[in-house]
């Protein structure tokens, strides 16, 4: 089965930058929407932020524009989170994502990976 391998959480304190990384089959990586999810204790997953097959495209949830920048190494078929200025309410467990089209709504991922943990002190 076809999985999405992340790396990079960890724990810091408030205002500090983790760098999130999804190594992403090439057949995924050159054709699909890459997304991160995340998952915070006793929430609902939400999108965090997507790009789309070109880099061209990207989309970031109001509460982390500004802070965090996803973006995509073609070479390296790799996705990547930068996240600065850290803060509690970012703990989560961050998800690895792809589906073949964009929208906001979390349904319909095709592929995901296992999860990383990003835990933010105050």
């Known amino acids: 089965q076809v999985q999405l391998q992340e790396s990079g959480g960890g724990s810091v304190q408030t205002g500090g930058a983790l760098r999130l990384s999804c190594l992403v089959p090439e057949s995924i990586f050159s054709t699909y929407w890459m997304f991160w999810v995340r998952r915070a204790p006793g929430k609902e997953r939400e999108i965090v932020a997507s790009i789309d097959r070109t880099g061209g495209s990207t989309y970031h949830r109001k509460s982390v524009e500004g802070r965090f920048r996803i973006s995509r190494q073609s070479g390296e078929n790799t996705v990547y989170l930068q996240m600065n200025n850290l803060k509690p309410e970012d703990t989560a467990v961050y998800y690895c994502?792809?589906?073949?089209?964009?929208?906001?709504?979390?349904?319909?991922?095709?592929?995901w990976g296992k999860g990383t943990l990003v835990t933010v002190s105050s």
């Open positions: 994502a792809a589906r073949d089209y964009f929208n906001e709504h979390i349904t319909d991922m095709d592929y």
